[in-house]
């Protein structure tokens, strides 16, 4: 958290919907994004380009992850014993307006 009197220079937040909060409480305080304070979401949801500032977010492969975690999942039911599986996928960066 920044001192007071002094705001940070850039935000992620923790998911779209509160970076288009944070961006219209900030633009309506006179802060200039991404001038004053840069912003980053999470999730890169359809409303993330349509915003006062398109938005700067982070993309899942949410395809790619639920088609993954149901195939894990059938492979589970067919051997309950088997070992688990961790698959990681890589995010994607949306560079917009925000920062």
């Not at 309506?28 to 991404?34: A, E, F, I, T």
């Not at 979401?41 to 993330?48: L, S």
Request: aromatic share 4%; glycine share 8%.
């Amino acid at each position: 958290m920044a001192p007071p009197g002094r705001r940070p220079d850039a935000v992620l937040a923790g998911n779209d919907m509160h970076a288009l909060g944070l961006v219209r409480a900030l633009l309506d305080g006179g802060v200039r994004v991404p001038d004053d304070v840069a912003l980053v979401g999470y999730d890169d949801i359809p409303f993330a380009t349509t915003g006062a500032v398109p938005l700067t977010t982070v993309r899942q492969p949410a395809e790619a992850i639920g088609t993954t975690a149901a195939e894990i999942l059938l492979r589970e039911i067919d051997d309950p014993a088997s070992a688990p599986e961790e698959v990681l996928f890589d995010p994607e960066l949306v560079v917009r307006a925000s920062s």
